[in-house]
């Protein structure tokens, strides 16, 4: 983990400009995984974005609770997510999986969470927004005050499938600061 990009929580972010209308805009209730090796500054009880396809759309972030969450803006109306407690000052490998109406979330290879344990009704209806870009340490919708993520991010991913816990698992187990999957002998 020697490429990180560092934010400050204050307004820099990643905004992944054309994507709006792209092959990440998916559908409700359709597969795809979201993942980042983190490593949160602060648990300060905000709201921080991690990846992020707007509000009214789907993401990965941490929650004033202090926990990592995956979640997805349902029928114009609630979010429907998973969440496990988050720490900071030390990176993690955390990833949401999405396969039709189930959520998945992972933390360093590991099932933390798959069954969705709340829901938040939206007052008023607001339509699920696919307008918006993908953006990373920050949400664009702004109603929340733009959900910055104060830290830093590296090996993110965005993929159009939902991911198995195998290979989840493998995945962390191949990019973590003590991979021993690969020895090298000279």
């Known amino acids: 983990i020697g490429t990180a990009i560092k934010f400050d929580g204050i307004s820099n972010y990643f905004d992944m400009k054309g994507t709006a209308g792209g092959a990440v805009n998916f559908l409700e209730k359709s597969r795809y995984t979201l993942s980042a090796w983190v490593d949160v500054d602060t648990l300060d009880s905000s709201f921080q974005a991690l990846v992020y396809k707007g509000t009214y759309q789907y993401g990965l972030q941490i929650r004033p ?3 990592w969450e995956f979640n997805e803006y349902k029928d114009s109306s609630w979010w429907e997510g998973v969440k496990f407690t988050a720490v900071a000052h030390t990176w993690k490998y955390v990833v949401g999986a999405r396969s039709g109406a189930q959520e998945f979330l992972y933390v360093d290879g590991q099932l933390v969470s798959n069954t969705v344990i709340f829901t938040t009704r939206q007052f008023g209806i607001v339509a699920r927004n696919t307008s918006l870009d993908l953006q990373l340490a920050h949400s664009a919708d702004g109603d929340e005050g733009g959900r910055f993520f104060k830290g830093a991010l590296d090996e993110v991913c965005v993929a159009g499938v939902s ?3 195998d290979w989840i698992k493998l995945c962390y ?14």
Request: glycine share 0%.
């Open 65 to 67: 609770e202090n926990a």
């Open 173 to 186: 187990m191949n990019q973590r600061p003590d991979d021993k999957l690969v020895v090298f002998k000279k």
């Open 163 to 165: 991911r198995s816990a």
